[in-house]
């Protein structure tokens, strides 16, 4: 059951309003900010305020490919001829080769809730707020509690939305976020620091210890991740990718297995320390709620949720 909800998500290439990163960008994970001083600066603790992520990837004409198509969710296969037709031969062969070859990266970026993403921040709480191509997710957690609550929407099928409230035995399952561990991969702490939104953060390598298929999905082959001890774990726990670090992770370079020169990059782009407003905090509320406790729970929800996000095929 690991893992079962993303698979059953993964279901044809959905689509971005990130950043364009030119082809080859931070090809290894490198930092390409400044590598500063850790003996220089005092940890800043960042206990209240509001974090705003994008996500974008390296290859431009993938990247662009995919803006294209979200316009329009429930007409992607049409879109997707028409923006083919805009490109050059050489780069319409290059964008069909992506695809073509890349099913579990087109796939595990299909899953990410990429068009929007903020993370609101209080103490050992946090609330994750974005949005995917077909779906709405807001996700509390509380550190101390140890215990979240969450509502899902689909914004193409009206009146298709619940609650949940879980415990950390959903986070482990793995239904909405992808959990990096050390049971699974590599990690080395490489001791170099950047600066990210005016905060230190260190580079951690994580790499896959082997190719573990579930289906037609993969874990990343490799993560290079920065972690900075200003931010508190807890919102590592609401991210699209889990990583278990005793400090806050503000940016992740991942690596895919199927893929050697494509890269999806989740980072963090401001950083605003001050009180956060209860609308940011609270969590849409419907009239179907569920308490996530067991595993025949979680099965439960997992088949429920694949009814709300509903996935256009390519």
């Not at 087109?106 to 068009?115: A, D, K």
């Not at 774990?233 to 806050?248: D, R, T, Y």
Request: proline share 4%; charged share 25%.
């Amino acid at each position: 059951m690991k893992k079962s909800m993303l698979l059953l998500l993964g279901v044809g290439l959905l689509i971005t309003s990130c950043k364009n990163d030119k082809k080859g960008d931070e090809p290894t994970g490198q930092p390409q900010t400044e590598t500063v001083n850790k003996e220089k600066q005092e940890v800043v603790k960042f206990e209240e305020g509001a974090l705003t992520y994008t996500m974008s990837m390296s290859d431009p004409i993938f990247n662009d490919f995919v803006k294209y198509v979200s316009k329009d969710p429930l007409h992607m296969l049409d879109l997707a001829k028409e923006y083919g037709a805009k490109l050059s031969k050489e780069d319409n062969a290059h964008l069909q080769e992506v695809i073509k070859n890349s099913p579990s990266f087109t796939t595990t970026y299909g899953t990410l809730p990429f068009i929007s993403s903020s993370v609101y921040v209080a103490g050992y709480e946090a609330v994750y707020k974005g949005e995917g191509l077909t779906y709405v997710l807001e996700n509390k957690w509380n550190d101390i509690l140890d215990e979240g609550f969450a509502y899902v929407g689909s914004t193409i099928v009206p009146n298709s939305k619940l609650n949940f409230s879980y415990k950390k035995n959903y986070i482990d399952a793995e239904q909405l976020q992808t959990n990096i561990d050390t049971l699974n991969y590599d990690r080395v702490a490489t001791g170099d620091f950047i600066d990210l939104v005016g905060y230190k953060a260190e580079r951690i390598v994580y790499t896959a210890k082997e190719a573990m298929a579930v289906g037609q999905r993969f874990l990343p082959k490799e993560l290079t991740v920065y972690v900075s001890e200003s931010f508190n774990p807890a919102i590592n726990k609401v991210l699209p990718f889990n990583v278990n670090e005793e400090h806050g992770v503000l940016k992740i370079v991942t690596k895919f297995l199927d893929t050697d020169d494509l890269y999806v990059t989740y980072e963090v782009s401001t950083a605003v320390k001050r009180k956060v407003l209860d609308t940011e905090t609270s969590i849409s509320m419907t009239n179907n709620t569920y308490d996530v406790k067991g595993d025949r729970d979680i099965l439960a929800l997992g088949m429920r949720l694949t009814k709300i996000i509903a996935i256009p095929r390519l």
